[in-house]
Each structure stands twice: as structure tokens, then as C-alpha cells.
């Protein structure tokens, strides 16, 4: 069984930065995706980032892109999101998500095991 636990969050005030952590466990992930949604409050949950954990390939939401930048080590099976010039929009829980596919995808439906998140609050 997957099991992905976030941590990282906190209260930044803009402009600052976060490096989110997922450690997963329960599977060998090589095959798989890894992804960062979030939620804001009265929001619908949305793509952040997505990395194959093989290739190490990302794909980035066009909000985030050029801000975010996501990465895994595969030695601690670690996934991570650097968030960097931090802007009130981003204030949300963030969910890391997985994948049993090496097609990255961008659709919250298409990932099959989610973490409880972990919230990010940015002040302005």
C-alpha cells in the first residue's frame, strides 16, 4: 500500500520561499508519477507539478512555472517542491499524489494515491 506523507508547510510572507517534502513508501516507484496538487479554501483542487520518478521529466502548471520546481531523490524516496517568490494566490493545502504510470498527466483523477497534505499559508 502507497503511503505518501507531506511536510514543509508553514506561514511565509510573500516573496519567500518553501521546499515541500513527500516521502513515499509501501512501493518500488520507478514507474511511476509523482505529483503536487493544491487546494485553496473554496477552490477546486489543482495541478501544481508532476515528475516521472524514472526520467526525472517534470511538467509545471503555468502559474506555478518559472516559481516552482520539483524533484525527487530516489536514494530517501523523496519527492520535493522548491517554491520560490511566494504570492499570497499560492496559500493552500498541498497535496503530493501518485502515479502508476510513467505518463505524466496533470488530471487530480489519473493519480491514485494521495498524501493529507500540508498547508501553506503566505502573508502579504
Known amino acids: 500500500q502507497v503511503q505518501l506523507v507531506e511536510s514543509g508547510g508553514g506561514l511565509v510572507q510573500a516573496g519567500g520561499s518553501l521546499r515541500l517534502s513527500c516521502a513515499a513508501s509501501g512501493r518500488t516507484f520507478s514507474r511511476y508519477t509523482m505529483g503536487w496538487f493544491r487546494q485553496a479554501p473554496g477552490k477546486e483542487r489543482e495541478f501544481v507539478a508532476a515528475v516521472s520518478w524514472r526520467s526525472g521529466s517534470a511538467r509545471y502548471a503555468d502559474s506555478v512555472r518559472g516559481r516552482f520546481s520539483i524533484s525527487r531523490d530516489e536514494a530517501k524516496n523523496t519527492v520535493y517542491l522548491q517554491i520560490n517568490s511566494l504570492i499570497p494566490e499560492d496559500t493552500a493545502v498541498y497535496y503530493c499524489?501518485?502515479?502508476?504510470?510513467?505518463?505524466?498527466?496533470?488530471?487530480?483523477?489519473?493519480?491514485?494515491?494521495w498524501g493529507q497534505g500540508t498547508q501553506v499559508t503566505v502573508s502579504s
Open positions: 499524489a501518485a502515479r502508476s504510470s510513467v505518463i505524466i498527466t496533470s488530471s487530480a483523477l489519473t493519480y491514485n494515491d
